[in-house]
């Protein structure tokens, strides 16, 4: 099926399998970054499905819960920092997404994405800026996706309690940023991205 551009309004796909697509964890300095796809249940709606940035993070997990209770399939798949480092960031988001949707037990008919860039998949795509504020399948892979990677965060937490990833998630805090330069990078970290990689030339 062909790939669709950007549109100013969310088309009505009523009847049509529509997976919701979004991405987790493009802008942190270590870590994966995390994609999932959602094909809600009409029959079984989830109330109170938003952007997962303005949900606080014990919300986010009720919703993550009854998302994956619910719906009528949902995956969630990651590209790792090695994917990151070669292809870079945006190709490692995409085929995140790729996984994402390839991993469901329903092929959907449309995968609706956030934001303006669209992956390669055998179904027809529609992206839609603030998709994850507008449409709920969106909203609810952005849940998933986020809670999947908070959750892979405190793991690595637990591996390099040093950097205080419990805390910043692997954002460029100023925390994470004094730890990055008293411990230097760990395997985790991007080295694609400019403050990792000033560190491993010994640059303050």
């Given at each position: 099926?062909?790939?669709?551009?950007?549109?100013?309004?969310?088309?009505?796909?009523?009847?049509?399998?529509?997976?919701?697509?979004?991405?987790?964890?493009?802008?942190?300095?270590?870590?994966?970054?995390?994609?999932?796809?959602?094909?809600?249940?009409?029959?079984?709606?989830?109330?109170?499905?938003?952007?997962?940035?303005?949900?606080?993070?014990?919300?986010?997990?009720?919703?993550?819960?009854?998302?994956?209770?619910?719906?009528?399939?949902?995956?969630?798949?990651?590209?790792?920092?090695?994917?990151?480092?070669?292809?870079?960031?945006?190709?490692?988001?995409?085929?995140?997404?790729?996984?994402?949707?390839?991993?469901?037990?329903?092929?959907?008919?449309?995968?609706?994405?956030?934001?303006?860039?669209?992956?390669?998949?055998?179904?027809?795509?529609?992206?839609?800026?603030?998709?994850?504020?507008?449409?709920?399948?969106?909203?609810?892979?952005?849940?998933?996706?986020?809670?999947?990677?908070?959750?892979?965060?405190?793991?690595?937490?637990?591996?390099?309690?040093?950097?205080?990833?419990?805390?910043?998630?692997?954002?460029?805090?100023?925390?994470?940023m004094d730890r990055l330069r008293e411990h230097g990078p760990c395997p985790e970290h991007r080295r694609s991205f400019?403050?990792?990689?000033?560190?491993?030339?010994?640059?303050?």
């Amino acid at each position: 099926m062909g790939q669709n551009s950007l549109f100013a309004e969310t088309p009505d796909f009523t009847g049509v399998l529509m997976a919701g697509v979004d991405e987790a964890g493009r802008g942190p300095l270590a870590g994966g970054v995390y994609a999932a796809a959602v094909i809600l249940d009409p029959d079984r709606p989830v109330a109170g499905l938003a952007d997962s940035k303005v949900l606080i993070a014990e919300r986010r997990e009720e919703l993550a819960l009854l998302i994956q209770e619910r719906a009528l399939a949902w995956c969630v798949a990651s590209a790792t920092v090695p994917e990151i480092d070669t292809l870079n960031i945006l190709r490692a988001t995409l085929l995140a997404m790729q996984r994402a949707v390839d991993g469901l037990a329903h092929v959907p008919q449309v995968a609706m994405v956030d934001g303006n860039q669209a992956p390669k998949l055998r179904c027809t795509v529609q992206t839609v800026i603030k998709g994850d504020a507008l449409v709920p399948a969106i909203s609810a892979a952005s849940i998933l996706a986020k809670t999947a990677r908070d959750a892979d965060l405190l793991r690595l937490h637990a591996l390099y309690p040093q950097y205080g990833f419990d805390q910043h998630k692997g954002y460029g805090t100023v925390l994470h940023m004094d730890r990055l330069r008293e411990h230097g990078p760990c395997p985790e970290h991007r080295r694609s991205f400019a403050p990792v990689r000033d560190r491993l030339a010994g640059l303050p």
